[in-house]
Structures are given as structure tokens and as C-alpha cells.
């Protein structure tokens, strides 16, 4: 099955500097990218997401770019601010019917 | 996107009890996903529940421990029977929209 690794597992940064987190997965079947932002004792909020036939993808300050010949996705977030402190988990799916696999999860701390 | 409630939001049960946790969805999908975050960890997938048909349960987790109910396309249950405290842990049920997953708000659980 799909075994999906997040890196790294903690972050921190100044805030105004960017962050990034990485993510492999193993399943080449797999072609929809999530990324879910999950604040303390709320459910996961979906952020951003992509899909297979696309490199790059990016949404105000965050982005996320694809690379599938070496099944690697990552995270990017620009000009952080101290709201953008949470837990950020990525994921893989293969199609609607199948689940989403899960990352382990970065807890993002932006320092003021 | 579809919205998704459960109940309860939050419980405390005693060991060697079962607790029932609803999903209820405000339009017909078909896939229902449960999934576990036990504390400061990622989720995992339990099951999959397709209206109609068994569900479909991931590797160390079982049916008598976990039995999943998914009557019509807008709602499904999960039992946590036989409850230890290696139990407490959040349930989130999950709903598929397109390839997009949305969760509902979780169900916190303590087993004293």
C-alpha cells in the first residue's frame, strides 16, 4: 500500500522568512496531492492541493510543486506570519474512491 | 463542499464500555472514511464504509473491535467497543468530493 514521509517532523522560523515541507510517496498510482493545515483542537482544514498533471500550484503565500518522476511533494509558504503556526500534514490518493494516506505531520512554529 | 457533524463532539467512558459515534453528511456520498488520531500523532485510516456493502477495514484494525454501520448515503456509524485507554484518541469521520476530502469536526475520546 501507500506509505507517504513528511519532513521535517518540526520547523521553526522567523517570521517573514519562508518555510518548506517535503513529502515522498512510495504508490505511483497515486495522483492527488493534499496539503491540510491542522490548528490545535480543530479537525484539518485542506489548504492546498494538486494534482498529477500539474508541476506547480500556488495560492496567495503558499504553494506546492510536484515532482513525479521522484515521487516528491512539497510545501512552500512565503512571508510567514505568526497565524501560520500550526501542525501541516500532507497526503495521497489514488483516486475518489480510495482514502487519503497521511505524512506524519510539521508542527510549524513562526517566532515574532 | 459538503458538511459534515458528528456525535458526540466529546466523551469520557469507563473501560470495558462501547461508545456509538455518528456521521451524518448534508448530502449523498459515497464513500464514508474513518479515521484516529491518538495524541500528537497523524491519522490513521480505520475503514472504509461504502453504502451497501461491508466495510473494508486496514491492516490491525477488526470488525468486533470496530464495527462500522452505513445505512443510506448520508450516514454511518463507528462503535469503539470493548473500550481500553489506549482507546482515547480523536475520530474523524471523512467525507470524498471529487478527490477532495473533508472531515468532519472529530469526536474526542477519554477511556478512564
Known amino acids: 500500500g501507500e506509505n507517504v514521509e513528511q519532513h521535517p517532523s518540526t520547523l521553526s522560523v522567523q517570521e517573514g522568512d519562508s518555510a518548506v515541507i517535503k513529502c515522498t510517496y512510495s504508490?505511483?498510482?497515486?495522483?492527488?496531492f493534499p496539503w491540510y493545515k491542522q490548528e490545535l483542537g480543530k479537525r484539518p482544514q485542506l489548504i492546498i492541493d494538486?494534482?498529477?498533471?500539474?508541476g506547480e500550484k500556488k495560492d496567495q503565500r503558499i504553494a506546492v510543486t510536484l515532482n513525479k518522476t521522484a515521487k516528491h511533494f512539497s510545501l512552500h509558504i512565503t512571508e510567514t506570519q505568526p497565524e501560520d503556526s500550526a501542525v501541516y500534514f500532507c497526503?495521497?490518493?489514488?483516486?475518489?474512491?480510495?482514502?487519503?494516506?497521511f505524512g506524519k505531520g510539521t508542527r510549524l512554529s513562526v517566532i515574532a | 463542499s459538503a458538511v459534515i457533524s458528528q456525535k458526540p463532539s466529546r466523551d469520557i467512558c469507563q473501560r470495558g464500555t462501547s461508545l456509538t459515534i455518528q456521521c451524518q453528511v448534508d448530502?449523498?456520498?459515497?464513500?464514508m472514511f474513518w479515521y484516529r488520531q491518538q495524541p500528537g500523532q497523524s491519522l490513521t485510516l480505520i475503514a472504509t464504509a461504502n453504502q451497501g456493502s461491508e466495510a473494508t477495514y486496514e491492516s490491525g484494525f477488526v470488525i468486533d473491535k470496530f464495527p462500522i454501520s452505513r445505512p443510506n448515503l448520508t450516514f454511518s456509524t463507528l462503535t469503539v467497543s470493548n473500550m481500553s485507554p489506549e482507546d482515547s484518541s480523536i475520530y474523524l469521520c471523512?467525507?470524498?468530493?471529487?478527490?477532495?476530502?473533508?472531515f468532519g469536526p472529530g469526536t474526542r475520546l477519554l477511556v478512564l
Open positions: 494538486i494534482r498529477s498533471n500539474v
Open positions: 497526503a495521497a490518493k489514488k483516486n475518489v474512491d480510495t482514502p487519503l494516506v
Open positions: 471523512s467525507v470524498s468530493e471529487d478527490r477532495r476530502q473533508n
Open positions: 448530502s449523498q456520498v459515497t464513500m
Open positions: 504508490d505511483s498510482a497515486s495522483n492527488y
